[in-house]
């Protein structure tokens, strides 16, 4: 080391202690050569390293000290290698190789040094940066799919009760970080809920993730929702990938069709959901993550539980908020709203010339049973938009399976005294049932005990006509 005269003037200030501590430091290890690439000075705490002591090391040729060194490269070129990665022992680690010159400009050695001590560090920036990436990607694919109305409550049409009922609670939930499980058939606007509950709550500025779980392979749906690690199996990415849950970090994810998740994967995700941790395919390291779920299906998870397809432990941990969405028959009044907004949308979209519905396709509406509830009323608006040769969409304008609603005649119960003594019994007793719940059909079928689509089929065959409720 230098004494304290033969300092320069800059570093005079210097005590040779201090020299040495900032050279000889353990988080640089720093090596230098000279401009015949002799290793002049070498970190003691490299010697792990290079398998070499210091005094071993100098008047060596830095190639005959580190076998896959770079910094000869530097020597030949002046030119820095900033944040390069370098295998020492058996981790890799960025590196920096820096030129050293003198006052007059010239190149007279070589520095190489460690940028991060802790390789550790950097596996999570990294790790950071990609669900950055992913979450970048992610957005721009969904930016244009967004509708205004999926962020505002007033993108739920209807004020039917059942719909009020479940706009009470799903604004109740928006309120709450709890679980919440959405239950309807399909086409009842489920997804619609979850959005209005994402961005209502105080998640709104996070991410809003969906995942179709039943569109989704199951041998990819675990990486797809916990992501993998580098190599983690055959046809991984080399850089490793995020999964959902990762990319909702800050906001919500929506576990769309639940009830078709595989129970193997059940079993992680209550886990994940209970310690908001996520251990991505080929790790053995969790990762904190902070999201907030919302599951949806059009299956009675109740059934599933009891044929062994649905864990009853995730079942309960999902449904702190439960939220059903009514089909369009038990919804009828508000159907004309429906129609109408789903028709402005189709108009505007297509930039066709705009269309009323008659009264008698609006009764049709009414009485026809929906077993696609909004996605096949506007399948049927899309079409009629098209075939419409007038300004107002008629009977003949509407698929031929629907218009025989037009009217629903009697029909009379099978013949023979026994028969008819109970179909005479089971009439009144529907009647019944639907007086005592205001016409409410939801409410009607669990009073008789039977479900609501056995209700329906019931009230066809004895042509018993009830109020829109």
Not at 100 to 123: A, C, N, S, T, Y
Not at 160 to 183: C, F, G, R, Y
Not at 325 to 339: C, G, M, Q, S, W
Request: hydrophobic residues 35%.
């Amino acid at each position: 080391m230098w004494t304290k005269t033969e300092l320069p003037e800059s570093l005079s200030y210097l005590t040779p202690q201090l020299i040495e501590a900032l050279i000889d430091n353990p988080y640089e290890c720093p090596v230098v050569i000279d401009d015949r690439g002799v290793v002049r000075f070498m970190s003691r705490y490299n010697e792990k390293l290079y398998g070499l002591t210091q005094t071993e090391a100098l008047g060596k040729h830095i190639t005959e000290v580190i076998k896959n060194t770079r910094m000869p490269e530097v020597l030949n070129t002046g030119v820095a290698q900033i944040g390069k990665t370098m295998k020492l022992g058996n981790k890799y680690r960025i590196v920096a190789r820096i030129p050293l010159r003198d006052k007059e400009g010239k190149l007279i050695g070589v520095l190489g040094k460690l940028m991060f001590h802790q390789p550790e560090k950097i596996r999570d920036l990294y790790f950071q940066l990609e669900v950055l990436k992913e979450q970048l990607q992610y957005y721009k694919q969904e930016v244009n799919q967004l509708r205004k109305d999926q962020c505002r409550w007033e993108g739920i049409i209807g004020d039917s009760p059942l719909m009020l009922i479940a706009k009470k609670e799903a604004s109740k939930a928006a309120s709450s970080d709890a679980p919440v499980l959405i239950t309807g058939e399909s086409g009842t606007g489920k997804e619609l809920f979850a959005s209005a509950i994402h961005y209502s709550s105080k998640r709104a500025r996070g991410p809003f993730i969906r995942v179709n779980c039943a569109a989704i392979p199951q041998e990819l749906l675990e990486s797809e929702l916990f992501g993998y690690e580098p190599g983690a199996f055959t046809g991984a990415s080399s850089k490793g990938k995020p999964g959902k849950f990762e990319l909702a970090h800050g906001g919500t994810i929506f576990l769309d069709e639940i009830g078709d998740m595989p129970f193997s994967t059940q079993v992680k995700l209550l886990r994940i959901i209970q310690e908001k941790e996520v251990e991505r395919v080929g790790s053995t390291k969790p990762k904190k993550v902070d999201f907030r779920v919302i599951a949806a299906t059009n299956k009675d998870l109740s059934e599933e539980m009891k044929r062994g397809h649905f864990r009853s432990d995730l079942f309960f941990r999902l449904k702190i908020f439960h939220i059903t969405t009514p089909p369009l028959r038990e919804i009828v009044e508000d159907i004309p709203k429906i129609a109408y907004s789903l028709l402005s949308e189709l108009i505007q979209r297509a930039g066709r010339p705009s269309k009323r519905i008659s009264k008698e396709v609006m009764d049709v509406f009414k009485r026809y049973p929906w077993p696609g509830n909004v996605r096949e009323m506007k399948n049927v608006l899309e079409r009629a938009l098209y075939v419409a040769e007038r300004e107002e969409i008629a009977l003949e304008d509407l698929p031929k399976e629907m218009q025989g609603f037009m009217e629903i005649p009697r029909q009379r119960a099978p013949s023979g005294p026994l028969k008819e003594a109970v179909a005479v019994a089971e009439r009144a007793s529907i009647e019944e049932a639907l007086k005592k719940a205001k016409g409410n059909k939801a409410l009607a079928s669990r009073l008789l005990g039977i479900h609501r689509t056995a209700l329906y089929q019931k009230l066809k065959r004895y042509g018993i006509r009830t109020s829109p409720i």
